[in-house]
Structures are given as C-alpha cells and as structure tokens.
C-alpha cells in the first residue's frame, strides 16, 4: 500500500503591497489604462501588450489601431475575462502554492509541462518560482506576429480569433484543442505564440524576447520574461506527439537536458492510461524530481510506493463522464482511506468546482 504523507495546510495572511502589481491581485476593478497615442517602433513586450488588450508605450501602427472601436471591443473583453475569471484563480493558485506546495517540493528551477498546450497562466501561477517553464503540446508554435506592416482589417479579425482561442483558458482554466486549431491557423497571428504574448501581458509581465529554436528536429519557441518583482524567466513552448510513435530517442534525449526537473499535467485527456503514450510516462517517472497533477495525469498505480511519498489534496470519486472508463478505484480507495485530503481553493482540470477538484503531489523519495 503506498504511503501517503499529509501536510497540515498553512494558512497564512497576505501582507502584501497597498497597490499589488497588475496581475498579482483579487481586485475586482483593474486599473483603468489610456490608449494614448505613440510613436517609433513595436517591441517584443509593445506586441504582447496590444495582444493582451492593453496600452502599448511604442509602435505607431500598433498605437493607430488602438485607437479604434474594434480594438477598444477586443480590450474590453480580454481585460474582463482577467478579473472576472482567471485573475481570481490563478491568485487563488499562487496563494496555495507558497502556503501548501513550496513546502512539500521547495521552489522548482525547472517546469516540465507535457500536453499542456499554451498554457503559461497556470505554469506560472502553480509554479510561480520556478525560473524555466516547458511546455508541450501539437499546435504550431509560431513567432513573434509582425504587426507593424500588416493589414489592420487582418490583424483585428485575427484578434478576434485570439480572442476566441483563449476563451476557454480564461474562464475555465484550460484549453479545447479543436477550438485552437480552427482560431489559430492562417492570417498575422499564427500558432500559439500571440496566446503565450498576450497571457504575459494579462500578468503584467515584461517580454524581453522571442525567438524560435530547435527541440530535437521540432519547432518550438522560446519567451524571455520578466513577472513583476522577479528575475528573468524562459518558457519554451515545443510543438511535438508525445505518443510512443513520436517520442524518439533524440526527442527523449533533448528532454534529459530537464532531468530532475518538476512535472506538471491538467486536463490530459488521460492519455497516459493507454500503452500508446507509455514513452512519456514512463521518462516522466524515471526522471522527474516530484511530480503535482489532477487525475488525468499518470495512473495512480504507477506511483509505486517504495519510490515516491504520495500527498492528496481535495477529492476524489470518478472523471467526467466523457472520461468514464478511466475510473482509478486504488485512487478512489486512497482518497477514502484519508477521509478526502485538504480542500482546495481553485478547480483543476475538468473539476472547474474547487470542491469537485483534485491534486496530487508525488516526491521522489
């Protein structure tokens, strides 16, 4: 039987800054921010910010189509689905981590992410010390959008496919894969790039660059940034099956570079469940440091108990039914045997509810 180890949950007060960073609050109104006209050229973070809906300090086009009612539309929609929605949680999520999670595994450098798409706001809210962020997904990566010279109608259409791409990540916490594949493809904004920019920019955090890089034969892309108060950070976003058709040796090698590395998976469609992905759970297994995940992840009967200290938290009973035949009864038995583990504050995965949620950390032992 494994050994489950519980950690009383730490309730701590905030005692934060009178005015918290953009981003970084449960405030219900954001500050109020003019679209004042600009001069000169766009950068890297001017570009994440006009993804994001917000006000950019240099790029004259980008400044120009600012100004109209469109984009004002496009602005207004993106910042309420920040505070109503994925500010509250992914605040939440910070919040649990530092009081729960930090102490249980300590502060990560390095996150690995398999089949997490684009899904940077949960990355950093749940991991939020952690320095280099991988994610893994199918979509294409994309680049930097080159705005200055495009055509305004385009570029607000592809906005509003943006807008649509990152709807369900805002409001529920993850994203539909079909959906991003219709919003995403063709037009200025292609690939997940401007969905990675603009959920920068909704932190408030600063893009110092982009580019695209190699992963072992893949196209990926690779983000530096800066969170508010914190150090320079890099998030790599990899296009590549993670299937055992696609999860080669040389992808498996490029991986090892992250050994010893925290793993991370939500709403992963349980497909380590099946042989057909038993590549990436197993190199997951053999090479992470701990590993957080909802019940989508790793099969809980691969944790064998002589290897890793198991910590549940919220609970536990069946997936959504589309999921049905995944049911774990060990986990479910696991979960009895302890009562339920302590509650969580925020949904995770296909549990929107934070009552309906799950979370289990796995250390190496």
Not at 127 to 146: D, I, R, T
Not at 164 to 170: N, V, Y
Not at 180 to 202: E, Y
Not at 244 to 260: A, C, D, E, P, Q
Request: some cysteine; aromatic content about 10%; hydrophobic content about 40%.
């Amino acid at each position: 039987m494994k050994r489950l180890v519980l950690l009383p949950v730490l309730l701590l007060a905030a005692c934060g800054p009178s005015k918290p960073p953009r981003g970084q609050t449960l405030t219900a109104e954001p500050v109020r921010e003019e679209f004042t006209p600009v001069d000169g050229q766009a950068t890297a973070d001017d570009i994440a910010r006009f993804l994001a809906g917000r006000p950019v300090r240099h790029g004259a086009a980008l400044s120009q189509m600012q100004q109209t009612g469109n984009y004002r539309s496009h602005a207004e929609e993106m910042a309420t689905k920040w505070r109503v929605f994925a500010s509250k949680r992914t605040a939440r999520q910070r919040e649990w981590s530092n009081s729960t999670m930090a102490p249980i595994i300590g502060n990560p450098r390095t996150l690995l992410y398999p089949f997490g798409g684009p899904d940077l706001l949960y990355a950093t809210a749940l991991f939020p010390q952690a320095s280099n962020y991988v994610l893994l997904g199918l979509e294409p990566p994309g680049g930097l959008p080159n705005l200055d010279n495009a055509d305004p109608d385009a570029v607000m259409s592809s906005l509003g496919r943006l807008n649509t791409a990152m709807d369900a990540q805002l409001k529920t916490g993850y994203f539909i894969t079909k959906d991003m594949k219709n919003d995403l493809s063709g037009g200025p904004l292609p690939g997940v790039t401007p969905i990675l920019l603009a959920s920068l920019s909704l932190m408030d955090a600063t893009v110092e660059n982009v580019q695209g890089v190699n992963a072992a034969g893949r196209s990926a892309v690779e983000i530096q940034f800066r969170l508010p108060g914190g150090g320079s950070r890099r998030a790599t976003y990899v296009a590549g099956d993670v299937s055992n058709g696609g999860f080669n040796s040389s992808y498996r090698g490029w991986l090892s570079s992250y050994s010893g590395c925290v793993g991370y998976f939500k709403a992963a469609s349980y497909l380590m469940h099946d042989s057909g992905f038993s590549g990436i759970r197993d190199w997951m297994l053999s090479n992470c440091h701990a590993v957080v995940q909802d019940d989508s992840g790793i099969p809980y009967r691969y944790y064998d108990s002589s290897k890793w200290d198991i910590h549940l938290f919220g609970n536990y009973d069946a997936p959504i039914e589309l999921f049905a035949k995944h049911s774990q009864a060990d986990l479910r038995a696991a979960y009895n045997a302890i009562g339920g583990g302590p509650a969580l504050s925020f949904g995770s995965g296909y549990a929107m509810r934070p009552g309906d949620a799950n979370l289990m950390i796995a250390v190496r032992k």
